[in-house]
């Protein structure tokens, strides 16, 4: 299983580095030749399908799937054992779908991809082979659960019904049928409440959201027009056919290279000699090395896991405690989603339609608002502990440092600067990006080795893989969410509470700010805002604006527990106890709410400048 292992990666690696090369050709002709290419956006779509669902088939085999598991961790450990064999049926069934759905869409395509002049089926081919893939890995993964005792399920039950499904469905395809519940009873209006029911169910039994969501859509077209999820299942696919899409791995693999090839130390160092001096120096250096690398990464978790163990260290070393440590270390990590480029506002834009670019302009603003709301706090609480201050750099420490870091710091700058130039985009920026971090990974500071980009290649297909089934599976939901008009049924009970754009914020402000505590950033984007975009459609309400204030709102999740995704990550680069961190953040939350009320209140502290650069 190892040299399969490694096939895959490698497979997944040499797709991945392939898209790479083909986005920085396309910039060359683009700007340099001033020849487009025409072919090339469309071969990196479709390439990009197919490392994405690799990403799902490695994440699968990983369990590093988004899940919710707050309610099972405290069951008794038979009864989470049987819930958790469960778990493992929900998702055997989930992937055999991904294959029956994905041969019925890959035989039944037929038109042209007009740019590189091939049948489509080569796009929609990514589905159902790559899903027997997953199903390899998922057997991997039980062989692996049944022999450490977490599932009651031995390997040989999903193999044995496995081929008993493919006889039945060799002989006679129409015996499938039997699935349809319409045949038997008509539900009507109430097939939706029951899809949402049972969705809830097996999510907060810990079946991972991705699958959760697609079980739930299957399900409520059995009920329904069991006919239409044929059709619908296109879109597992053409989901994830976005060329904007395409930077959320572009800016993960940024992260990734900017750990790997000694680049996180070096912002560190040059932060250091800027802020240590003043009144809790070494907690303001904490965030002003947040802020820079948020300039790169976008990901409030790889700052969390990156930079954290180094803040961590140098902050005790410096005599501050633990709690500070870890709360200040947590709480600085979500400015990454707010400033370019953020991977959230990516999502975000792709899901409600906006531009991109605005949304990076728009986030700006309020990433600075926090940082210096994280300050004050900071000083705040280092003056009432009396921590000393680290000794003040000289001018020529101060050089070195920058130095040694200018080549970093420039990475935003040539983000940021690149887009709103015009001459990329997005997705071009990000690419552009990562073949930045690679050049002085490799050249400049000689931290990053032939084997390690490889290994950071294969890192972040793994990662992507967990967005990519979200992305596929909210999708194929949202056909659900749109035929049943659920968004506005929604807006409907808004409005028996609400009687203007801001009383439906703060009912939305308060809805995530208390979804935020259970389930996961990530999920929760893509779980809600298909439902929330709508409704603020419908009062009017400005989507960058939307974007932003959701994004901060969903941040703050990652901070409350019991589902604080950076609670868990600092508390292990820390080496410190959950409830430690927890006990840290609590005071940094209060300038976090501040900051969301006033931009709450404002909505013209986003909008003021996206709309004076982008009317």
């Excluded at 292992?5 to 920085?24: H, S, T």
């Excluded at 998922?138 to 031995?154: D, V």
């Excluded at 539900?187 to 699958?211: D, E, H, K, R, S």
Aim: net charge positive.
């Amino acid at each position: 299983m190892k040299i399969f292992n490694r096939l895959e990666e490698y497979i997944g690696g040499v797709l991945f580095l392939a898209i790479f090369f083909i986005l920085l050709l396309q910039i060359f002709f683009r700007q340099i030749v001033d020849s487009p290419l025409i072919w090339s956006e469309e071969l990196a779509r479709v390439l990009f399908i197919y490392v994405g669902m690799i990403g799902i088939s490695m994440a699968i085999r990983s369990q590093q799937h988004v899940y919710i598991d707050f309610i099972t961790n405290i069951m008794p450990a038979k009864i989470r054992k049987f819930i958790f064999s469960f778990v493992q049926l929900v998702i055997f069934i989930a992937v055999l779908f991904f294959i029956h759905l994905g041969f019925k869409q890959f035989f039944s395509s037929s038109f042209e991809l007009v740019a590189l002049g091939i049948s489509e089926k080569w796009l929609y081919a990514s589905l159902p082979f790559i899903a027997c893939l997953m199903f390899i890995r998922f057997l991997q993964a039980q062989y692996e659960n049944y022999q450490n005792k977490l599932s009651y399920i031995p390997l040989s039950f999903f193999i044995i019904t496995c081929i008993t499904l493919a006889c039945i469905y060799f002989l006679n395809p129409d015996l499938f049928q039997v699935l349809r519940i319409s045949n038997y009873i008509k539900l009507g209006n109430n097939a939706v409440y029951i899809a949402l029911v049972v969705w809830l169910f097996i999510m907060f039994c810990g079946t991972p959201v991705g699958w959760s969501l697609f079980i739930a859509s299957l399900l409520y077209f059995s009920m329904t027009r069991w006919g239409i999820v044929n059709s619908a299942s296109a879109k597992l696919v053409d989901a994830l056919n976005s060329f904007p899409l395409l930077s959320v791995p572009f800016f993960i693999l940024t992260g990734v290279l900017m750990n790997s090839g000694g680049i996180t130390t070096r912002i560190f160092n040059f932060a250091k000699s800027l802020l240590g001096h003043y009144r809790g120096g070494m907690g303001h250096v904490n965030i002003g090395a947040s802020l820079i690398f948020s300039g790169m990464s976008g990901s409030a978790l790889a700052d969390a896991g990156g930079l954290g163990q180094l803040e961590i260290k140098s902050m005790r070393d410096a005599g501050y405690d633990d709690d500070v440590c870890g709360g200040i270390t947590a709480a600085s990590c979500i400015i990454g989603p707010l400033v370019p480029p953020s991977l959230t506002m990516i999502i975000y834009g792709v899901i409600a339609n906006q531009s991109i670019a605005k949304l990076f302009i728009a986030g700006f603003v309020p990433g600075v608002l926090i940082t210096i709301a994280l300050m004050i706090m900071n000083y705040y609480i280092s003056k009432k502990r009396n921590y000393k201050r680290t000794p003040k750099a000289n001018l020529a420490h101060r050089c070195t440092a920058f130095k040694e870091a200018k080549w970093a710091v420039l990475t935003p700058v040539l983000i940021i600067g690149g887009i709103f130039s015009g001459l990329f985009t997005p997705t071009e920026a990000a690419v552009i990006s990562a073949f930045y971090a690679i050049v002085i990974g490799m050249l400049v500071y000689k931290e990053l080795s032939i084997a390690l980009l490889f290994k950071s290649f294969v890192e972040t297909i793994a990662i992507t893989g967990v967005t990519s089934l979200m992305v596929m599976t909210v999708t194929f939901f949202g056909d659900m969410i749109a035929r049943e008009q659920v968004a506005m049924k929604i807006a409907n009970s808004f409005m028996a509470f609400a009687d203007s754009p801001l009383m439906v914020l703060l009912m939305i402000n308060l809805l995530l700010l208390f979804l935020g505590m259970f389930i996961d950033a990530l999920a929760l984007q893509f779980l809600v805002l298909p439902m929330l975009i709508p409704i603020a459609v419908y009062f009017n309400i400005d989507l960058i604006f939307f974007g932003v204030m959701t994004t901060l709102n969903m941040m703050i999740g990652i901070l409350t527990p019991p589902m604080g995704m950076a609670l868990f990550v600092v508390s292990r680069v820390g080496n410190m106890s959950v409830s430690t961190v927890t006990k840290g953040v609590i005071p940094f939350l209060i300038p976090i709410f501040i900051t969301l009320v006033l931009i709450t209140l404002f909505p013209q502290i986003i909008t003021f400048i996206p709309n004076l650069i982008m009317p």
